[in-house]
């Protein structure tokens, strides 16, 4: 699954040779309960987030914003656990963030400067990739490259990256 979302992310859409996995996806997505994927991201570097007047600082807006890329991925039948559309009510931010990475089967992390900077983005991050040690893809986003110099980059380990 990993390799096929990472395709998918790379913008190298389904072929002939990828339709079974396809296929296969939606039919696995139809019986699970949970998303597949768990996108962690900085709101900061979405341009649909801004558009909602989240304040960006310059540079966040970069390519692809997270938001779109959950939409592509649901067109292709990949289901995607993103935070704004869960429930605020009810068991709590943090539980519904641990619920949703606990039942993932990858981790999508958009990595930005200001993601690096986020204490809940590298929460998710540190329970995804080092407490779950679930298959994650690492998409930088964004116009700055000091997160390369911060944890992000020591997480890393057996992550895939996808440079835009």
Sequence with gaps: MQEQVKSTLELHWPTASNKFFFYSLKLF??????PSVFISYSWSNSK???ERGTVCPPGAIGW??????????EK????????????AAGKGLFKNITEGIRNSK????FVSDEYAKSDNCMMELRFGVLTLELPTIIVVVGT??????????IIHRNVHYIYT
């Design 29 to 34: 997505s139809s019986i699970q309960k949970h």
């Design 76 to 87: 292709r039948n990949i289901s995607c656990w993103l935070d704004c559309d869960q429930p």
């Design 48 to 50: 649909h987030a801004q």
């Design 144 to 153: 700055g490259r000091e997160w390369k110099e911060s944890e992000v980059n």
């Design 106 to 109: 990858v981790l999508v992390a």
């Design 64 to 73: 692809g914003d997270p938001r779109q890329v959950k939409q592509e991925l």
